[in-house]
């Protein structure tokens, strides 16, 4: 079983940094993709950014690209999501999966778990 844990979230101001980390337990780590999503109040849930099981390659929203940048650690099994500049618009609750396969995955059906989410809240 995989176990997802995600961290970092809180109330911030417009412009303002924040990271978000991922703690992963369970299947091996490093064999997969992963990627966050994020959902805002009354809209359905939306893909941030993805990165590949290496961490060579990233892919993002055109949203956060330029402020948001996906990382990850396969020795520590963790996952990171540096926001910088963030904008009201950026309020959600953000959540980390784990992709199905390696590469890159931009969509809900690839990735078979998830973690509980983390609010993120950027006041104007």
């Known amino acids: 079983q995989v176990q997802l844990v995600e961290s970092g979230g809180g109330l911030v101001q417009a412009g303002d940094s924040l990271r978000l980390s991922c703690a992963v337990s369970?299947?091996?780590?490093?064999?997969?993709?992963m990627g966050w999503f994020r959902q805002a109040p009354g809209k359905e849930r939306e893909f941030v950014a993805a990165i590949t099981l290496s961490g060579s390659t990233t892919y993002y929203a055109d949203s956060v690209k330029g402020r948001f940048m996906i990382s990850r650690d396969n020795a520590k099994n963790m996952m990171y999501l540096q926001m910088n500049s963030l904008k009201p618009e950026d309020t959600a609750v953000y959540y980390c999966?784990?992709?199905?396969?390696?590469?890159?995955?931009?969509?809900?059906?690839?990735?078979?778990?998830w973690g509980q989410g983390t609010q993120v809240t950027v006041s104007s």
């Open positions: 999966g784990k992709g199905r396969g390696p590469g890159l995955a931009v969509k809900e059906y690839e990735y078979d778990y």
């Open positions: 369970g299947r091996a780590f490093n064999l997969y993709g």
